[in-house]
């Protein structure tokens, strides 16, 4: 293994040999042990919930197509029985917020819940654990292993992880794309090696992080790659539960009898160094709470197993808060809290409302600049333009289109038009004014655009008629 970087510092007037500092730490391999117990049950509880929704949604069937489907190379956007168009972005800006707004929220109550029971970071880096102690074994024989030299049973073993490692990650890349491109339809190019460049990209690039972060770096993204570990102290104060451990009960740590034989007073800390050998990041919780820490609670679980055997109160290590340690009263409904809680509440009741209230049609016109105005039979004066309706419902609907604003105001083309489902039509339309019955330069006009089917599906756009 290479040395780290390093400087040289050496401190005037001394003889003795330079101090070498070193600028990084190598990385230690980190071998959690296995655990089990409450909150080890919640994790995975997490992981199947998530895992049957990522693999398992794209192949539901919604309405003849795949229920969530992000149509890139159509610009449709299809979530259950849902049509969003390149126009709706609003309301991926507002799931964002959204986001954002929970996690702050859920960060100031409760810590870092995200990280340690739903990030893919977490969940896959517990499923890849998974496989590694069902093949190489659980962590003792894992760090023996590790420390042997090469050999053909080494490789071996080795080889059938990390094939199975790259097997799941290939198929979560796979997964990945079936979201963008109709999964069946990708199934059969997979099959007949007849992927386009794109899709073959995405699924070997999505496969590769999968593999690289939840088999190799692990630890690293959370410690070092991911911004949350840094600015998540932003957003605790002494009323946000974290997990704990409870020096006044622990201390002094270590065993009963050696500590007697000082004539120490023993806490219910035996020293076992559990809750490090459990730890995902290698971190001990006794020295207090540090950003590495990601609230799996893995820590909670070892030292409850390890408090049942001697005959302690479980708790040693537990979720509480700064408040709660000291003694003092926690504060649930705080300044922060509320105010995230308000904030998030308020946009998510719009943006419901919004998505209620919203008119599956959608309207864009546009004028015909080769043609600004010019006169027809008649002395009519004529201007052009050019519609663009789209009918965001899965049915085929006929729409008639309608124009108002001006004395004489009428369509001089077909007013009925259909539009298939889920699709968009471009038409010409031409709109026509009696001689004399509009003075020259430029006039508000309006197109009301409505459903046969459906009084309430209308849209009313705003444009001008030039008169010269």
């Given at each position: 293994?290479?040395?780290?970087?390093?400087?040289?510092?050496?401190?005037?007037?001394?003889?003795?040999?330079?101090?070498?500092?070193?600028?990084?730490?190598?990385?230690k391999?980190i071998?959690?042990?296995?655990?089990?117990?409450?909150?080890?049950?919640?994790r995975?509880?997490?992981?199947?919930?998530?895992?049957?929704?990522?693999?398992g949604?794209?192949?539901?069937?919604?309405?003849?197509r795949?229920?969530?489907l992000f149509?890139?190379?159509?610009?449709?956007?299809?979530?259950f029985?849902?049509v969003f168009?390149?126009?709706d972005?609003?309301?991926?800006?507002?799931?964002l917020?959204?986001?954002?707004?929970?996690?702050?929220?859920?960060t100031?109550?409760?810590?870092?819940?995200w990280?340690?029971?739903?990030?893919?970071q977490?969940?896959?880096?517990?499923i890849?654990?998974?496989?590694e102690?069902?093949i190489e074994?659980?962590?003792?024989?894992r760090?023996?292993l590790?420390?042997s030299?090469?050999?053909?049973?080494?490789?071996?073993?080795?080889?059938?992880?990390h094939?199975?490692?790259?097997?799941?990650?290939?198929?979560?890349?796979?997964?990945?794309?079936?979201?963008?491109?109709?999964?069946h339809?990708?199934?059969?190019?997979?099959?007949?090696l007849?992927?386009?460049?794109?899709?073959?990209?995405?699924?070997?690039f999505?496969?590769?992080?999968?593999?690289?972060?939840?088999?190799?770096?692990?630890?690293?993204?959370?410690?070092?790659?991911?911004p949350?570990?840094r600015?998540?102290?932003?957003?605790?104060?002494?009323?946000?539960?974290?997990?704990?451990y409870?020096k006044?009960?622990?201390?002094?740590?270590?065993?009963?009898?050696r500590?007697a034989?000082?004539?120490?007073a023993?806490?219910?800390c035996v020293?076992?160094?559990?809750?490090?050998?459990?730890?995902?990041?290698?971190?001990?919780?006794?020295?207090?709470l540090?950003?590495?820490?990601?609230?799996?609670?893995?820590?909670?679980?070892?030292?409850?197993?390890?408090m049942?055997?001697?005959?302690?109160?479980?708790?040693l290590?537990?979720?509480?808060t700064?408040h709660?340690i000291?003694?003092?009263?926690?504060?649930?409904l705080?300044?922060?809290?509320?105010?995230?809680?308000?904030?998030l509440?308020a946009?998510?009741?719009?943006?419901?409302?919004?998505?209620?209230?919203r008119?599956p049609?959608?309207?864009?016109?546009?004028?015909?600049?080769?043609?600004?105005?010019?006169?027809?039979e008649?002395?009519?004066?004529?201007?052009?333009?050019?519609?663009?309706?789209?009918?965001?419902?899965e049915r085929?609907?006929t729409?008639?289109?309608?124009?108002?604003?001006?004395?004489?105001?009428?369509l001089?083309?077909?007013?009925?038009?259909?539009?298939?489902?889920?699709?968009?039509?471009?038409l010409?339309?031409r709109?026509?004014?009696?001689?004399?019955?509009?003075?020259?330069?430029?006039?508000?006009?309006?197109?009301?655009?409505?459903?046969?089917?459906?009084?309430q599906v209308?849209?009313?756009?705003?444009?001008?008629?030039?008169?010269?």
């Amino acid at each position: 293994m290479p040395r780290p970087s390093a400087s040289v510092v050496r401190f005037p007037g001394r003889s003795d040999e330079p101090l070498e500092q070193a600028l990084y730490e190598v990385r230690k391999a980190i071998h959690p042990r296995a655990v089990r117990g409450w909150f080890a049950g919640w994790r995975w509880a997490l992981v199947w919930v998530t895992q049957l929704v990522f693999y398992g949604l794209a192949w539901l069937p919604w309405n003849g197509r795949q229920a969530v489907l992000f149509d890139i190379a159509h610009r449709k956007f299809y979530i259950f029985g849902l049509v969003f168009w390149p126009q709706d972005i609003v309301y991926l800006t507002v799931l964002l917020i959204l986001s954002a707004l929970a996690l702050f929220l859920f960060t100031a109550v409760a810590g870092r819940l995200w990280c340690g029971y739903a990030c893919p970071q977490t969940v896959y880096t517990e499923i890849f654990l998974w496989i590694e102690r069902k093949i190489e074994g659980d962590r003792n024989a894992r760090i023996k292993l590790d420390g042997s030299g090469l050999s053909w049973k080494k490789f071996f073993v080795k080889a059938q992880k990390h094939g199975v490692w790259i097997a799941l990650s290939l198929w979560t890349g796979f997964s990945f794309v079936g979201y963008f491109t109709p999964i069946h339809e990708l199934l059969g190019e997979v099959l007949h090696l007849d992927t386009g460049p794109w899709e073959t990209f995405w699924v070997l690039f999505y496969g590769f992080a999968t593999y690289g972060n939840a088999g190799w770096m692990r630890e690293q993204v959370c410690t070092y790659m991911c911004p949350y570990a840094r600015f998540q102290s932003a957003m605790f104060d002494k009323d946000t539960l974290i997990i704990t451990y409870d020096k006044a009960r622990g201390e002094p740590r270590g065993s009963q009898a050696r500590l007697a034989a000082q004539g120490l007073a023993a806490g219910d800390c035996v020293d076992c160094s559990i809750c490090v050998q459990v730890c995902p990041t290698g971190i001990d919780i006794r020295d207090g709470l540090q950003y590495q820490c990601i609230g799996c609670a893995a820590c909670i679980d070892g030292c409850n197993q390890v408090m049942e055997k001697v005959g302690k109160p479980k708790g040693l290590i537990r979720y509480s808060t700064t408040h709660a340690i000291e003694g003092l009263k926690t504060r649930i409904l705080r300044p922060r809290v509320v105010v995230y809680a308000a904030v998030l509440a308020a946009i998510a009741l719009a943006a419901g409302a919004s998505l209620y209230l919203r008119v599956p049609l959608k309207v864009d016109v546009i004028r015909d600049r080769a043609a600004i105005a010019r006169e027809v039979e008649g002395g009519r004066i004529e201007n052009v333009y050019r519609l663009q309706i789209m009918n965001t419902t899965e049915r085929a609907r006929t729409f008639e289109i309608a124009v108002e604003g001006l004395p004489t105001l009428a369509l001089a083309t077909e007013p009925r038009v259909e539009v298939r489902a889920a699709d968009s039509r471009l038409l010409p339309v031409r709109v026509r004014v009696d001689p004399g019955s509009a003075a020259v330069g430029t006039h508000a006009i309006r197109f009301r655009v409505r459903a046969l089917d459906d009084a309430q599906v209308a849209v009313v756009e705003k444009s001008v008629f030039i008169v010269r």
